[in-house]
């Protein structure tokens, strides 16, 4: 068996495991390293990425609409802090 990613889409993935070592600190210390690792990988984040196709199209318009909401908050904050 080769560690080869097996997927639908024509971009490439890397398939590397995740390990915690589950050592005298015990499994809850384990979890909340295993947590904090995938955060940081942003494996929980690609997951609910694909866990629905969405359209180019619509991908576009979600895109353009977080930034959007980023700019309206950079602009908030900018506009609280006395700048201008």
Request: aromatic share 2%; hydrophobic share 25%; net charge positive.
């Amino acid at each position: 068996m080769t560690n080869e990613p097996t997927t639908n889409s024509t971009e490439a993935v890397q398939c590397k495991p995740v390990e915690v070592v589950v050592g005298e600190k015990g499994v809850e210390r384990a979890i909340k390293h295993l947590k904090r690792k995938m955060a940081s990988e942003g494996i929980l984040r690609e997951l609910k990425r694909r866990r629905h196709y969405m359209k180019p199209s619509v991908r576009r318009r979600k895109k353009a609409s977080e930034a959007a909401r980023r700019r309206r908050k950079r602009e908030k904050q900018l506009g609280s802090g006395g700048r201008i």
